[in-house]
């Protein structure tokens, strides 16, 4: 699995932390995973959080779950203009494609000439080694190519459902599967 894939629960997946998640992959090695949940809004604004970035996070304004590891520590993706080279910019570190790791020690105002935007995450979700291929095994994941745009998604977009609809048949069906089966 390579960096910048997305990772969308499966339908059976009932645990509540990941439930209808999408999660980003920063990094997939022999030691284990790291990525962020892309689509878990918290109560808390940016501008309470990291005043100075709030001008430059996507809607909503608001600091995502990236996951249950570590939530007192802010991780940062930006999506970097187009056809931009962001290779030896200090403070941006390459992911996939035009998705970067942004250093939130970086100038902001600096940032805002290179980035479409960022989204800035507390805590993220890890993943040691193996666990994720036992899970990838019980189907608890579907993996997925990823958009730049999955990371900066406006407010109100069921983000599972849309990187679903994206893939052939028949995964693509799964994004009419209801959240609730009692109810259908």
């Known amino acids: 699995m390579q960096a910048g894939t997305v990772l969308v629960s499966a339908p059976t997946l009932v645990e509540p932390t ?3 998640s999408v999660v980003f992959m920063i990094e997939h090695n022999d030691s284990g995973s790291l990525g962020v949940v892309l689509n878990r809004p ?3 604004s940016v501008q309470s959080v990291l005043p100075r970035w709030h001008d430059l996070a996507a809607k909503p304004k608001a600091v995502f779950v990236g996951g249950p590891v570590n939530q ?3 991780l940062c993706l930006g999506v970097v203009k187009a056809g931009l080279d962001v290779g030896g910019i200090a403070g941006l570190q390459p992911v996939a494609g035009r998705v970067v790791l942004v250093d939130l020690d970086a100038d902001a105002d600096m940032m805002d000439e290179l980035l ?3 989204r800035i995450f507390a805590g993220y979700s890890g993943w040691g080694m193996g666990q994720l291929e036992d899970e990838l ?3 608890d994941w ?10 900066l998604v406006p407010p109100r977009v069921d983000l599972w ?3 679903l609809r994206r893939q052939p048949m028949p995964v693509a069906l799964l994004a009419t599967h209801p959240l609730d089966l009692s109810l259908n």
């Open 18 to 20: 990941f439930r209808r």
């Open 42 to 44: 918290s109560e808390s």
């Open 72 to 74: 007192t520590a802010a």
């Open 116 to 118: 479409d935007g960022v």
């Open 137 to 139: 095994a019980r189907d």
């Open 142 to 151: 579907i993996t997925c190519a990823s958009h730049h745009a999955d990371v």
């Open 161 to 163: 459902g849309r990187v």
